[in-house]
């Protein structure tokens, strides 16, 4: 059982969630924040050097690569480019003992608390009217309809860092 705060964001592709998290991530940082954050990808990557040892390792057929310095620790885990990970096996990765909140880019469909970032202008669907998860809708302008729920300014990050340290001190309801 994690006992980390969980707070997802969720939003289709181009609706700024990236940009939103990493105005955040210093905000709440500042705040004494202990954050990690677990980002979904559609598209395969690489987080490797093309031709550093852990990269040949890796190509030679290991399925999982932990390469560590003083610096930082990557865990390369290869997978069959069909199945997804769970989130909860992410989750369950990290090291809670040093973390206060693990933000989530992406997993729209998991079970979590999530802000939804919301730009009307763009034409999609809200998230919100479907996901009894989403908590909050960080918007660029007001939607025309949307469920009573808390509208975080989208160009305000000082606002949401706040709302989202508020969500935390009143026990994440």
Do not use: Y
Request: some cysteine; glycine content about 8%; charged content about 30%.
């Amino acid at each position: 059982m994690l006992q980390t705060p969980v707070l997802g964001f969720a939003a289709f592709s181009g609706s700024g969630k990236t940009t939103l998290l990493e105005q955040l991530i210093p905000r709440l940082r500042q705040a004494g924040l202990a954050l990690a954050v677990v980002k979904h990808s559609h598209h395969d990557f690489e987080i490797d050097r093309p031709g550093k040892d852990s990269d040949r390792l890796r190509r030679a057929g290991a399925g999982q690569v932990l390469l560590a310095s003083p610096w930082r620790t990557a865990w390369i885990r290869e997978g069959d480019g069909k199945t997804e990970p769970r989130l909860e096996e992410l989750l369950e990765r990290l090291d809670h003992r040093e973390l206060d909140l693990v933000l989530v880019e992406g997993f729209r469909h998991e079970s979590i608390p999530k802000i939804e970032v919301h730009r009307p202008s763009r034409g999609t669907p809200l998230l919100c009217n479907t996901d009894a998860h989403v908590i909050a809708l960080a918007c660029d302008e007001p939607p025309s309809s949307a469920p009573d729920l808390p509208l975080l300014d989208l160009n305000d990050p000082d606002g949401v860092a706040g709302w989202i340290r508020e969500w935390l001190a009143a026990g994440r309801k």
